[in-house]
């Protein structure tokens, strides 16, 4: 039976730049989850009979609204929804099974990187057919929705068996429990030269991931360890649990520092790998060397033949407009396109459908491609492999041959995390009003050269995104980038990011933060960081 429930709105579910992020006592709230829930359904057209796919990270809470967003659902009108066993799809992994069964849209239930548990963060997404977030035309229909909401649907009916694969009856629409893990393995396979791993791991060459607790640890133990013959024990971590062991499931030198350790220790693997949350991140640490995000998706896009998948070569790049301009020199020599997005995934959807780009990267450790529309971190750590295996040369020295060829961009993330919210604003305020003045002025021996607060224009649809960061160019190439981030669920993260090219081979062997001490400290001038935050240092650096 369908019942139609009262409610009251709230006014604070606008989605951030990946979905609507709380703590999990706010979507405990009355019908916190089921308003939001609702006004996704009340903001899209010609679901009627059609299949729905919902899952998770696993995360604390993750079971619950499961139950909640299956019978609305049903209530709805939604023909199908195809479910994660265990209530468990990696974010990567359900844009695939979206895509290949061609699904209505997607609920995807995360907060990404950001730790879980009982006082901690939990999030709600909608991805659209192709896979991919939902676009701002959606979530501010959605958010304009949540604001005067007055009711809800949903069906009175006993909760679903989640940890059984089959197929059951919720009323009148079709509940299937699938494998999560299945699908997105055999894509892997279909995409890298598996055998080549193979033959690269049975020589002796050690390989260890990190799941972090989180939902990438089935997926990693199914192709690294079952389908390429790592030794058990190879994945660690693997378990999915509500809390993530307590641990921040944020694969970053600080919280992934016991991989990274491991290692560069003498005795250590030969090669390190991280994932986040929900999947769709990744760090990848060899030998001697940490690749920075950036680094990682320039090197891919310059080797990315080297992958069956990619054999003919990629189409063009696109990258979120922090990330560093490294790739831009690959996409250069190719003669490829480059586009410069901002940051949040949605916005490379229409370039990859559009086939104007095939490889895509976020430096806040996001990498992806054509083969689904999420970054997808197994994705990146499996073409690492597959480039080590082709190439017969350790992290290191490819990084390194990269850099000598291409030029290195010093790159680096400063995160302020939970600032007040008051002052950030007022730092980004204050950094507006000074956008017209800087052009000329001198901090040290840096020359501002151009100010801006990037705006993107979609080359694809004509959207145009405004506000979209702060960007402050110096004379020579070297830059530095404000921006709040729209993924914390308490105060604001400010993000500084720092970028300081260099062509000449005999300086690549600098340390990162020495290389670029000058930007830092022009960085607080310009944006009074210390002053206007009380922060003395950054929360994390990256």
Known sequence: MIKTVSTAPYQDQKPGTSGLRKKVP?????NYAENFIQSIFDSLEGFGGKALVIGGDGRYYNREVIQVALKMAAASGFGKVMVGKGGILSTPAASHVIRKYGAFGGIVLSASHNPGGPTEDFGIKYNIGNGGPAPEKITDAIYARTKVIDSYKIIDAADVDLDTVGTVALGEMTVEIIDPVKDYADLMESLFDFDAIR????????V???SMSAVTGPYAVEILEKRLGAPAGSVRNAEPLPDFG???PDPNLVHAKELYDDVMSPDGPDFGAASDGDGDRNMVVGKGMFVTPSDSLAVIAANATCAPGYKEGIAGIARSMPTSAAADRVAEKLGIGMYETPTGWKFFGNLLDAGKATVCGEESFG???NHVREKDGLWAVLFWLNIVAAKKKTVKEIVEAHWAEY??????RHDYEEVDTDAANGLVANLRDKLATLPGQSFGALTVESADDFAYNDPVDGSVSKNQGIRVLFKGGSRVVFRLSGTGTSGATLRVYVERYEPDVSRHGIET??????????ADAIAEIKARTGRNAPTVIT
């Open 407 to 412: 030029g290195r961009n010093y790159y680096s």
């Open 246 to 248: 307590h641990h921040h």
């Open 208 to 210: 260890v991931i990190d």
């Open 26 to 30: 706010v979507f405990q709230q009355e």
């Open 367 to 369: 990498t992806g491609s």
């Open 199 to 206: 033959d690269l791991i049975g020589s002796g060459f050690r």
């Open 513 to 522: 933060q020495e290389a670029l001490a000058d930007l830092i400290a022009a």
